[in-house]
């Protein structure tokens, strides 16, 4: 607080004695923060605001802050904890457990083909369509991912694919199949753009093996015959 101070012209105590919250604060009232303070003062009754963020010129990224209102005498003080390094730390971790569950994810999938393609009891065609609705699993959405193996002369979608090929609508990422050293078709994953991110990055070349697991299925299946 007090380098932000400093950065507005304040770097004396005396030069903030006699300014209003709004001169010391430009964006007060937009933050809400003035009406609270406010309620402090007509109230008496200390107020404790958790991860506060300011984000300006003078500090790179964002800082986290819980800020403490009480009143002193006819006016309010505030007390500030900067807790940016426990709230990064924080986050940080979550990134990590989510990237870990996702990547337990893929490994479940390879897990679940392996096992497919292990049953000499299913043909190819039953093996490829058990795999194409079990890929969806392993994406970031789950829920309306839709994937589709398209093949020279059939194709396999899962539950809940749409009846023609994604279009522009779809976030979509396509991956080659090859068996013999001759493309047989691809594996498209796809889902709506609709208020959905692109997906990871890491899912791209994650799809693309997975083409690449299923040319290779499709190649000891046809050396077998």
């Given amino acids: 607080i007090a380098r932000y101070m400093e950065e507005n012209g304040y770097s004396k105590l005396e030069d903030m004695i006699g300014k209003t919250l709004e001169e010391l604060v430009p964006n007060v009232r937009e933050t809400g923060r003035y009406e609270t303070y406010l309620e402090v003062m007509k109230s008496g009754t200390p107020m404790v605001f958790e991860d506060v963020v300011y984000q300006s010129d003078y500090h790179q990224g964002e800082m986290y802050l819980t800020v403490k209102a009480v009143k002193v005498g006819e006016g309010f003080a505030i007390i500030t904890t900067d807790i940016t390094d426990s709230v990064l730390t924080k986050k940080e971790l979550e990134r990590k457990s989510f990237e870990l569950g996702e990547r337990v994810k893929e490994l479940n999938c390879f897990y679940g083909i392996s096992e497919i393609a292990n049953d000499y009891n299913l043909t190819l065609d039953e093996m490829l369509q058990r795999i194409v609705e079990i890929i969806p699993d392993s994406m970031q959405y789950p829920e309306i991912t839709n994937t589709r193996i398209t093949l020279k002369d059939r194709e396999y979608q899962s539950k809940g694919s749409p009846l023609e090929p ?28 609709r208020d959905n991110p692109s997906p990871l990055k890491e899912e791209v070349p994650f799809i693309k093996a997975l083409a690449e697991r299923i040319g290779k299925i499709i190649e000891r299946f046809r050396a077998e015959e």
């Fill in 166 to 193: 994604c279009d522009d609508e779809y976030w979509k990422v396509l991956g080659d199949i090859i068996s013999f050293n001759k493309k047989e078709g691809h594996l498209c994953v796809c889902y709506p753009k």
